[in-house]
C-alpha cells in the first residue's frame, strides 16, 4: 500500500509565499518522477511543477520564476515552493509520484489527497 500525504497549504495574501510538503510512503521500490497539479473550482486539473529522479525540472508557465520544485530522495519527498501568490493561483494542489512497489515490475501513478491554497486578493 503506498500513501501520498500533502501538506502546507493555507490562506495567504497576495504576493505571499507557502511551501507545500508530500510525502510517499508505504512499500516503495523506486520514484521516478513527481510532481505537483493545481486544480481550481471549475477548471481542469493542471501540471504545476515535475521533477525527475535526476533533478530535472519543468514548470508551467504561469508559475515560472515564483515557484521552485525540489525533493529529497532519502525522505521520499517533494516540496513546492511558492513565491509571489497571485490570487489566480488559488486551487487544490495535489502530489503525483510515479513509483514502483516490490509487489509490481512496473511503475505507476499515485495521488495524494490534495491540499487547499488560497490566496487572497
Known amino acids: 500500500q503506498v500513501q501520498l500525504v500533502e501538506s502546507g497549504g493555507g490562506l495567504v495574501q497576495t504576493g505571499g509565499s507557502l511551501r507545500l510538503s508530500c510525502v510517499a510512503s508505504?512499500?516503495?521500490?523506486?520514484?521516478?518522477?513527481m510532481g505537483w497539479y493545481r486544480q481550481a473550482p471549475g477548471k481542469q486539473r493542471e501540471l504545476v511543477a515535475a521533477?525527475?529522479?535526476?533533478?530535472?525540472?519543468n514548470y508551467a508557465d504561469s508559475v515560472k520564476g515564483r515557484f521552485t520544485i525540489s525533493r529529497d530522495n532519502n525522505k521520499n519527498t517533494v516540496y513546492l515552493e511558492m513565491n509571489s501568490l497571485k490570487p489566480e493561483d488559488t486551487a487544490v494542489y495535489f502530489c503525483?509520484?510515479?513509483?514502483?512497489?516490490?509487489?509490481?515490475?512496473?511503475?505507476?501513478?499515485?495521488w495524494g489527497q490534495g491540499t487547499q491554497v488560497t490566496v487572497s486578493s
Open positions: 521533477i525527475t529522479g535526476g533533478g530535472k525540472t
Open positions: 503525483c509520484a510515479a513509483l514502483r512497489t516490490f509487489d509490481l515490475p512496473f511503475p505507476y501513478d499515485y
Open positions: 508505504g512499500s516503495i521500490f523506486s520514484i521516478n518522477d
